[in-house]
C-alpha cells in the first residue's frame, strides 16, 4: 500500500480562498495538490508536473478554463479536465463538450460532491490507459467498450442538460415559463401528461396552472383544460401532491395501488419548484399508456428542470419587466376563476375600465391609474380560496357559505403580498368590500379609514356586478343601479365618489352595451 503512487491533482481558479479550501481537504485525503491561479500558470505547471487531473473554473484572466481544456486535450488527453463555473451557459457547455471536458459542475459545489468527481475520473482515466495499453486483448477491448458507453452517456447526459438549460434562457414572462416547463417534461421526460400546480397554505388543495400532454411522436401540447375527470384526477392526487417537500420529491416507479393515484397512471412522479427557499408548486408526470416506468434518472431531470424554472421566474421577476410577468401570472389566475363562471366574464376588466374613468375624472396621478389598473384586475383574486360549491350556488348563501366568500378579499391580499411589492394595490383588493359607514369587511374600516382608490373601486365593483348577469340573479337595469347607488351615498359609498360616478353615468361614460351579455328580461325593480 504504501508504494502505491500518489495522484495529483491541479486545481486552476482566480478565487484563492477556493484554491485554499481545495488544498487542504484533498492533501488531507492523500492526493498531491497543486494549485494555479488562471490558465497560463497552469500551463507552466502542466510543462514540469505529471498531473493526473484537473478542476477549472470557466473565467479567469490571461487563460480561461476552456482555452486551458483545449491546450490540455492537445497536449495530453488522458488528463481529465473538469470544469467549475458559477455562471452556466449552452454556449461554455457546448464548448466544454468539443474540448474534451468529462464533467461539469456548476458552484456552489460541496467538497464531497468533488471527491466523489475525482474518484470517478481518475478510475475512468486508469481504465482508459489501461485499454490504451491493451487494445489486442479481450479484457482491454470489454474495459474499452465500457468506457466508451460511459463517455457516450455522459454525453447525452450533458446534452439533456444542455437542452434544459437553453429551454429557459430565453424565457420573457412567469407564465411561459410554467408552459415551457410541463412542455419539457412531456418531451425529455417521455411522460404522457406533465403538469404544474401552486402548492400553497392559503389554497385547500393545489392549483393547477400548466399542462401538456403528449401528441404525436411525444410531442408536447401545452393548455389542458379543465373537466370533470381532471378535477377528480385532482382530487385524488391531493395527498400525493403535498407530500411533495421543498426537499423531498416523489418517484412512483410503478403504480401498485399502494398510493392514492387513479388506476390509470401507470408511473408517477413529482418535484418541488423552490422560489427563494420557500415552496411555491409542484411539477407532476405521469405515464397512463405506454409501458414505460420513471427512474431515478428521469426524476434528477425532472428536478434539473424544476430548479432552472426556478432561476428563470426569479430572473424574469428582478431584472426583465417585474410588474408586467408577474401580473400577467396572477391574472390568469382570475381569468381561470371567471372562466368557471360564464356570468362574470370579464368582470375584472370591466369593473378596471370603470375604475379608471373615474380616477381620472377625480384627478388622480398617472401612479393612482397604474395601482387601479393592477388592483382591479386582481380584486377577486381571493376567489381561488373559495370552494366551487360556494363559488357557483345558483341559490341563496347560507350564514357560513356567506362567510366563507367574505374571506376573498383577505386572501387576495395575502397572494399579492407574498410578491413582496405593490403594497398599495394590496391594500385596494383587501379593502374594496368595506362600507363607507363602518359594516363593511374584513376589517370594519369606515370614512377615511378606507384607503381612496378602495373607495373608487368598491363603486365600480358594484355596479358591475349589478349590471352583469350572475348565476343567482339577472341583471339589473343601469339607470335602477344609479338609483341604487345614489341612495346608498354615505351609507355604502364615499359622497364625493357617487358624485362624479353619477356625473359621468349621465355623460353615458359607462354605457358600453358590447361590455354586458344580453338579457331580454332584466330585472325592473
Not at 383 to 392: A, E
Request: aromatic share 8%.
Amino acid at each position: 500500500m504504501d508504494n502505491e503512487p500518489i495522484e495529483t491533482i491541479l486545481f486552476v481558479d482566480d478565487e484563492e480562498s477556493i484554491l485554499d479550501i481545495a488544498f487542504e481537504y484533498f492533501q488531507q485525503k492523500g492526493y498531491r495538490v497543486i494549485t494555479a491561479c488562471n490558465g497560463a500558470e497552469a500551463v507552466r505547471v502542466l510543462e514540469n508536473e505529471k498531473v493526473d487531473c484537473c478542476f477549472t473554473d470557466i473565467n479567469m484572466p490571461e487563460m480561461d478554463g476552456l482555452e486551458l481544456a483545449e491546450y490540455i486535450r492537445k497536449h495530453d488527453n488522458t488528463i481529465p479536465v473538469i470544469i467549475m463555473t458559477g455562471y452556466p451557459s449552452l454556449d461554455n457547455t457546448i464548448r466544454t463538450l468539443k474540448n474534451g471536458v468529462v464533467d461539469f459542475l456548476i458552484k456552489p459545489v460541496k467538497l464531497s460532491q468533488m471527491e466523489l468527481c475525482v474518484r470517478r475520473v481518475l478510475r475512468e482515466r486508469q481504465l482508459f490507459i489501461e485499454n490504451i495499453l491493451l487494445t489486442k486483448e479481450v479484457e482491454g477491448k470489454a474495459k474499452l467498450e465500457r468506457l466508451s458507453q460511459e463517455l457516450i452517456a455522459k454525453v447525452e447526459e450533458l446534452n439533456a442538460l444542455n437542452s434544459i438549460l437553453s429551454a429557459f434562457a430565453s424565457v420573457s414572462s412567469g407564465s411561459s415559463v410554467f408552459k415551457r416547463l410541463v412542455e419539457l417534461a412531456v418531451r425529455m421526460g417521455r411522460a404522457d401528461e406533465a403538469r404544474f400546480f401552486v402548492v400553497n397554505d392559503l389554497f385547500d388543495y393545489p392549483f393547477e396552472i400548466a399542462g401538456a400532454a403528449a401528441t404525436g411522436d411525444n410531442a408536447a401540447q401545452s393548455g389542458i383544460k379543465y373537466n370533470g375527470r381532471s378535477r377528480l384526477l385532482q382530487k385524488r392526487l391531493r395527498n400525493v401532491i403535498n407530500n411533495v417537500g421543498i426537499d423531498i420529491p416523489i418517484l412512483i416507479p410503478e403504480n401498485d395501488g399502494s398510493m392514492d393515484l387513479p388506476e390509470d397512471i401507470r408511473s408517477f412522479m413529482g418535484v418541488p419548484l423552490a422560489i427563494r427557499n420557500k415552496l411555491f408548486g409542484v411539477l407532476t408526470a405521469f405515464v397512463k399508456h405506454s409501458e414505460k416506468k420513471f427512474n431515478e434518472k428521469d426524476i434528477y431531470y425532472l428536478s434539473f428542470m424544476a430548479h432552472n424554472a426556478a432561476y428563470a421566474i426569479e430572473n424574469v421577476a428582478l431584472y426583465e419587466n417585474i410588474y408586467e410577468n408577474l401580473f400577467s401570472t396572477l391574472y390568469a389566475f382570475v381569468k381561470t376563476i371567471e372562466a368557471k363562471d360564464p356570468y362574470t366574464k370579464e368582470h375584472s376588466n370591466r369593473v378596471t375600465d370603470i375604475a379608471i374613468v373615474i380616477g381620472k375624472e377625480m384627478k388622480c396621478s398617472s401612479e393612482e391609474i397604474d395601482i387601479l389598473n393592477v388592483a382591479g384586475r386582481l380584486h377577486d383574486i381571493g376567489k381561488i380560496g373559495v370552494r366551487d360549491s360556494v363559488l357557483l350556488k345558483p341559490g341563496k348563501l347560507n350564514k357560513e357559505e356567506y362567510k366563507k366568500i367574505m374571506e376573498h378579499p383577505s386572501i387576495g391580499a395575502d397572494i399579492v403580498g407574498q410578491l413582496g411589492f405593490w403594497d398599495r394595490e394590496q391594500e385596494i383588493i383587501r379593502h374594496h368590500h368595506e362600507r363607507y359607514d363602518g359594516t363593511g369587511y374584513p376589517d370594519g374600516l369606515h370614512n377615511s379609514q378606507i384607503p381612496f382608490l378602495a373607495r373608487i373601486l368598491s363603486v365600480a365593483d358594484v355596479f358591475d356586478a349589478m349590471a352583469s348577469n350572475r348565476i343567482y340573479r339577472k341583471k339589473v337595469q343601469e339607470d335602477i343601479i344609479h338609483n341604487m347607488i345614489l341612495e346608498n351615498s354615505g351609507k355604502q359609498f364615499d359622497p364625493e365618489i357617487v358624485d362624479v360616478f353619477s356625473k359621468l353615468y349621465k355623460k353615458g361614460a359607462f354605457q358600453k352595451a358590447d361590455d354586458y351579455p344580453k338579457d331580454e328580461n332584466p330585472i325592473q325593480v
